[in-house]
Nanobody, 121 residues
Framework: QVVLVESGGGLVQPGDSLRLSCTTS????????VAWFRQAPGKEREYIGHIITHGGGTTYADSMKGRFIISRDMPKKTAYLQMNTLKPEDTAVYYCAARPNWKSGPQWDNWGQGTQVTVSS
């Protein structure tokens, strides 16, 4: 059973940094890709980027390049989303998702429950 658990969200001030974690179990981590998404109130879910865990190659949405960095820790089977210079418009529920490396396109098979990030002064 594939399980993804996000953590690290919370209330931060504009300009702060925050690192989210996506702890995984139930699958061969090195054979999967892990993505990050976010969904703000009243808006559609937005793709941030993803990482191919074997090799560490990353892809980002154009709008997310620069302030968001995805990484992974293979022994811990965990992926991370480093968010820098946070803005109020980054307020959203952040989700991680996973799928086997051989799959591609916009569909992701497995999802975590999400973690809330609120950026406010």
């Amino acid at each position: 059973q594939v399980v993804l658990v996000e953590s690290g969200g919370g209330l931060v001030q504009p300009g702060d940094s925050l690192r989210l974690s996506c702890t995984t179990s139930g699958f061969t981590f090195s054979s999967y890709a892990v993505a990050w998404f976010r969904q703000a109130p009243g808006k559609e879910r937005e793709y941030i980027g993803h990482i191919i865990t074997h090799g560490g190659g990353t892809t980002y949405a154009d709008s997310m390049k620069g302030r968001f960095i995805i990484s992974r820790d293979m022994p811990k089977k965990t992926a991370y989303l480093q968010m820098n210079t946070l803005k109020p418009e980054d307020t959203a529920v952040y989700y991680c998702a996973a799928r086997p490396n051989w799959k591609s396109g916009p569909q992701w098979d497995n999802w975590g429950q999400g973690t809330q990030v609120t950026v406010s002064s």
